[in-house]
């Protein structure tokens, strides 16, 4: 498909793809702001408070071995066989967690779940990259975050609504028959794309699934153990003995896969495309790592409603589509790292607000706002650093830094949440609120590190060619 004569999202050769990528995007949002509402009505059915992250987080860490899975097989056999095997999986995940019949079932549906959603976003970005000039990069981006203003807007009242009439069982299956139907439309238009260019698929290093198992087995074990840590109903053989063998042996699967799986530097967050991808993982964390447990301050500490929590995820929701829709306006004027930097910002004054919302004198409508804004700062940043790894992408490699890319934000995501979810299990019998308290705070700090890493950003608006590119 050539790029040069799109002029817009809606062009006969690209309509169908639009409409299905935003309606698969839709179905997953509506999953994830659905889940983040009743979670606590799930916790509390299964009695299990201290797996609470790992509903979220067991999620994100098969999202990384999905992801890594489904950019390298778009860029070897085109985008829509991995992305019908991740609607399948992503199906049978939902029926697995809406039957579950305990927290450790439904966190292994979730887990089936992560797997299928993690192919999902690494095909559309790849396929994003090859059919779209830079210009329109922008404007589908917003589009797709648009996808998320109906759910965001229904998603968490309607979710609610249902867990109440129906049971919070309904939430997960309720959505499959909307799987089958995004499926139909978008993996025909995805088919007609094709596969990638011989040559520019022969130079396509390509990512080891069995890498993306190690770094989040290693993740995994590291979360797991620093959960026996704080624990303390583990006996102190564990807490001593086995959580630091955990750690150890945790740091010597995941170190050296991550080595493998994101470009060279990344870690150490060397200039350029490298640390545009380190840079997402800690947004991600900084952001996730407090939205998981939103919800959860608002029902168990402040002792609201699922509902009245339900609109802090619809005010973060629709504040994101208004921040991508702000970037794209701004992505031919600005400096990608301006914006990025200008979000992360905002985030921190988000998360501050929900630190205050802990305190009893302050009222709960004030934390509904301050997540709002958060959600702001979210699309602000969020989307110019897709932008940016798309233009340093090599043709030919799209799937491949899509897929870093998006590794980067799954384990941002899968870490901020288990972390946050050890502060949580720590405090979990005595103060909840303070564990919340200190999930927050560790998201702010990553925030701050993350703002700090800006400056090694590539310089130039996200809407220009890489040709065109200054320093």
């Not at 998201?443 to 590119?469: C, F, H, N, Q, Y």
Request: charged letters at 10%; one cysteine or more.
């Amino acid at each position: 498909m050539s790029q040069g004569r799109l002029r817009d999202l809606w062009a006969p050769e690209i309509r169908v793809l639009t409409v299905g990528l935003i309606l698969t995007i839709t179905v997953v949002a509506s999953e994830s702001l659905a889940v983040i509402t009743v979670m606590p009505l799930v916790a509390r059915d299964l009695g299990g408070v201290r797996l609470y992250g790992w509903a979220t987080g067991g999620f994100m860490l098969s999202n990384v071995i999905g992801v890594v899975a489904g950019g390298r097989e778009n860029d070897r056999h085109g985008p829509a066989v991995p992305f019908a095997v991740g609607l399948v999986l992503f199906g049978l995940g939902l029926a697995g967690a809406g039957f579950a019949p305990s927290m450790g079932v439904l966190v292994l549906g979730r887990v089936l779940q992560g797997l299928g959603a993690g192919v999902i976003p690494s095909v559309a970005y790849a396929s994003i990259g090859r059919c779209l000039p830079p210009p329109l990069r922008a404007r589908m981006i917003a589009v797709i975050s648009t996808a998320w203003v109906a759910p965001g807007l229904a998603g968490p009242a309607l979710s609610a609504e249902v867990a109440h009439a129906f049971g919070w069982r309904w939430v997960f299956i309720g959505l499959l028959p909307v799987v089958g139907i995004a499926g139909s439309i978008a993996v025909p238009a995805l088919a007609r794309l094709g596969r990638p260019q011989a040559a520019e698929a022969a130079q396509a290093a390509e990512h080891k699934v069995t890498d993306a198992v190690r770094a989040s087995a290693g993740t995994a074990m590291i979360l797991a153990a620093l959960t026996i840590a704080v624990s303390s109903g583990e006996a102190q053989i564990l807490r001593e003995l086995i959580a630091p063998a955990l750690i150890a042996g945790g740091l010597a699967s995941a170190l050296p896969a991550l080595r493998r799986l994101v470009p060279p530097g990344t870690l150490t967050a060397r200039p350029g495309l490298p640390a545009t991808i380190l840079s997402r993982g800690l947004l991600t964390f900084a952001f996730f790592g407090t939205d998981g447990y939103v919800t959860l301050a608002i029902t168990a500490v402040r002792h609201d409603s699922p509902l009245v929590a339900g609109l802090a995820v619809t005010g973060a929701t629709v504040a994101w589509t208004g921040g991508a829709w702000t970037q794209a306006r701004l992505s031919e004027r600005w400096e990608g790292r301006r914006l990025i930097r200008t979000g992360l910002v905002v985030i921190l004054l988000g998360i501050a607000g929900m630190v205050l919302t802990l305190r009893p004198g302050v009222p709960v409508a004030a934390g509904i706002a301050a997540w709002t804004i958060a959600g702001f700062g979210m699309g602000l940043g969020y989307s110019p650093i897709l932008l940016l790894v798309l233009r340093q992408a090599t043709p030919g490699r799209e799937g491949r830094e899509s897929a870093s890319l998006n590794l980067a934000d799954a384990l941002g995501t899968a870490t901020g949440l288990g972390v946050g979810g050890t502060a949580v299990a720590a405090w979990a019998g005595s103060d909840l609120g303070r564990g919340i308290g200190t999930a927050f705070a560790i998201s702010a700090g990553v925030a701050m590190l993350a703002l700090a890493l800006t400056r090694r950003l590539p310089a130039g608006t996200t809407a220009a060619p890489r040709d065109l590119e200054h320093d």
